[in-house]
């Protein structure tokens, strides 16, 4: 859905930047998968540099996610399809913070973990990609549950 207003190319790139935010901590649930099938690591070749920089960095995840959100999502001046895009994968991140949490807490082993950790990852990848290929394209991802609360926080 395009109901904002056409969109530039400038905009559609900056609004592809943020879903890497999601997937860098995503990424930490495909050890599994990726083990497995070692193909997969291409999906992780532009998300490389960025991972190191964070890992550098103490709190860079945090830095970055009150930058996107006080600097672009509560900023009017930006197109409102940019703030859709940064606040939608500052939700994702949360729930993928909250996957982390929950996991571990709760002792998992073998199987289960094995089983929860690559249907966590494949859901990162595909909401990200997802959003990504939707902000190629210039319409917005609707993405259930998240479009919501995302079209509430975004005005």
Known sequence: MNWRGTTTVRDRIFACLPYMLPLMY??????????????????????????????????????????????????????????????????????????????GIIPLQGFIQETLFNMIFLGVLASVSYGIVQSIRGQYAEIPTISDAVYMQVR
């Open 26 to 103: 995503g990424v930490q649930f495909g050890r599994f998968l990726l083990t497995q099938f070692p193909i997969l690591q291409i999906i992780l070749i532009p998300v490389a540099p960025l991972m190191a920089i964070f890992q550098s960095i103490p709190f860079a995840g945090l830095i970055v996610f009150f930058l996107l959100y006080l600097l672009v999502v509560r900023n009017e001046n930006i197109p409102h399809f940019i703030r859709f895009n940064a606040m939608q994968s500052i939700l994702l991140n949360i729930i993928i913070l909250g996957c982390s949490l929950i996991l």
